[in-house]
């Protein structure tokens, strides 16, 4: 329930006008757009069904089984891997580390390190050492992407920064959604929605040069 409210939050808490003003159309319009162009290229991409691919996969190729069957050497290097990509697999990761750079905003980032944390005790009970470990790669992961913001927040536009908070801020809703197990929502096709208003910079550009806009 407190993903949704962040979610929620994140999206209300946009400024919706500076969106209008600089596409010149209804800034709700314009997340919904980004929606809808993001989920076609997602599903055709079939991201979220590759990403339950990769789950299983990782589920199947290290499940720990029984105790016994697993002690020994190994085991550590298992949690390793299994939490890493868990943890940096999911849209909230994405999200977050977007508006951590973009807006000084880290409160998504804040509620997956809460949820990380509850899960890894469940994780650790049968992994051991090696999901503690993975707060490296969850670091250089994470830090990678907020690092990459910055450095294009030059060339971002106020509008543009608020049209990606409105999206991301449905996306992480939409994870909160599936949390509660309301309805599935495929929030990883979503993603590319974060990038569609990159297209719509573009075309507006395009336009204004035509003598359209």
Do not use: H, W
Not at 11 to 19: C, Q, Y
Not at 119 to 129: D, V, Y
């Amino acid at each position: 329930m407190f993903v949704v409210f962040v979610g929620l939050q994140m999206t209300l808490s946009a400024d919706f006008s500076s969106i209008s003003d600089f596409f010149r159309i209804d800034g709700a319009l314009v997340v919904l757009v980004c929606l809808i162009v993001g989920g076609l290229i997602g599903s055709l991409a079939d991201i979220e069904g590759r990403l339950d691919k990769l789950g299983n996969a990782i589920e199947a190729k290290f499940s720990c089984g029984s105790p016994d069957r697993e002690a020994g050497s190994g085991l550590i290097a298992k949690g390793f891997v299994v939490a890493s990509l868990l943890y940096c697999v999911g849209p909230m990761a994405v999200v977050g580390a977007i508006n951590d750079a973009l807006l000084g905003d880290v409160t998504t980032l804040a509620t997956k390190a809460v949820l990380d944390g509850i899960t890894s005790i469940a994780f650790a009970s049968t992994l051991g050492l090696g999901v503690a470990l993975s707060a490296g790669t969850v670091l250089l992961y994470q830090g990678v992407i907020t690092l990459l913001a910055s450095a294009l927040e030059p060339v971002l536009s106020g509008p543009v920064v608020q049209t990606m908070q409105g999206v991301g801020g449905l996306l992480v809703a939409g994870i909160g959604i599936n949390l509660l197990d309301i309805v599935k929502i495929r929030v990883g096709d979503l993603l590319p929605s974060l990038f569609v208003v990159f297209l719509l910079m573009i075309g507006r550009t395009l336009f204004s040069l035509a003598g359209f806009v």
